[in-house]
């Protein structure tokens, strides 16, 4: 989860690479990601009905 979310923002330390990408599966990236995503759009969800009430 740790390499997803950081993928998300696009930093990763190039030592890291060649790690996370040995031990990955797609499985697990293609759950990760359906996770942050969804996190991501409940955030904003929440922030514009905040800024907008």
């Known amino acids: 989860?740790?390499?997803v979310?950081?993928?998300f923002f696009g930093i990763r330390?190039?030592?890291?690479?060649d790690h996370?990408?040995?031990t990955l599966t797609?499985?697990?990236v293609i759950i990760a990601?359906?996770?942050g995503a969804a996190l991501f759009v409940v955030v904003?969800?929440?922030l514009v009905?905040?800024?907008t009430s």
């Open 1 to 3: 989860m740790k390499a």
């Open 5 to 7: 979310s950081w993928a």
């Open 13 to 17: 330390k190039q030592s890291d690479h």
């Open 20 to 22: 996370d990408a040995a």
């Open 26 to 28: 797609a499985g697990q």
């Open 33 to 35: 990601g359906i996770v």
């Open 44 to 46: 904003v969800f929440l």
């Open 49 to 51: 009905k905040f800024v």
